[in-house]
């Protein structure tokens, strides 16, 4: 497989292994070991996917993600942490990750899951249909757009095919497995956490937009749409 990866990592030893094993696998890669060239770095280098390391001087990994997705960048992050507290990797997520792994790692593992994820990017684009036209919301598969009223609601590619999924199947539960299996692939390596964070962000954005209760929590199952088709 193919695609440019940018690695940010303060701790030489471990850019190495990185960088051996990404560029093995047929990837071309870019190392820096500080949050703060991070982002001057997306923009100069282009990558399809960043392994971001959480704890980094200056600027972490947690602002660093945050700075992106308030840029609308939609490449793809994988977060390195060597805390195990499930709070930071939920924070992770919440600020726009893709996936994490805990320090230490298997280098072979991160490369599995670089490359899930890459696949995940080549499908991500829903196939053309029509719109969907709600009560409340309207969404355009082709354009990859969501507006309430005039209002265009800003959401990542992820967010978009999130809500896009549930709208389509509107009145039904979905389950998270179901979820996982439409949004992010079969072969998607992470929990089901990142459902439950990712459905927290379209709420949290729909909120803005048109009011609470779009999408409802079906406890331990999933989640369903709520909205009435015109």
């Not at 997705?69 to 490449?75: F, I, K, L, M, T």
């Not at 969404?139 to 992820?158: K, N, Q, V």
């Not at 979820?179 to 079969?186: H, K, Y």
Request: hydrophobic share 40%; net charge negative; glycine share 6%.
């Amino acid at each position: 497989m193919s695609g440019r990866i940018l690695v940010v990592e303060d701790e030489l030893a471990i850019q190495k292994v990185i960088q051996t094993y990404l560029e093995s696998a047929g990837f071309t890669v870019r190392c820096i070991d500080s949050g703060d060239q991070a982002l001057n770095a997306v923009e100069s280098f282009q990558p399809d996917l960043i392994v971001l390391d959480l704890m980094l001087p200056g600027m972490d990994g947690l602002e660093v993600t945050a700075r992106l997705r308030e840029q609308a960048s939609d490449v793809f992050i994988i977060m390195l942490t060597a805390r195990s507290e499930e709070i930071d990797r939920i924070a992770g997520l919440r600020m726009g990750a893709d996936d994490y792994l805990t320090k230490p790692f298997s280098p072979r593992e991160l490369v599995a899951r670089v490359e899930a994820v890459l696949r995940r990017q080549r499908s991500l684009t829903p196939p053309p249909s029509h719109s969907l036209h709600f009560e409340h919301l309207s969404i355009s598969p082709d354009r990859m757009e969501a507006t309430a009223g005039e209002t265009f609601l800003d959401l990542t590619t992820t967010e978009f095919i999130l809500l896009l999924e549930l709208a389509r199947h509107a009145g039904r539960v979905l389950t998270r497995d179901q979820i996982i299996d439409r949004v992010w692939g079969e072969d998607f390596y992470g929990t089901d956490r990142i459902v439950d964070v990712y459905v927290g962000q379209v709420r949290r954005k729909l909120e803005q937009a048109v009011g609470d209760g779009l999408i409802q929590t079906v406890r331990g199952v999933g989640y369903k749409f709520m909205d009435s088709p015109k």
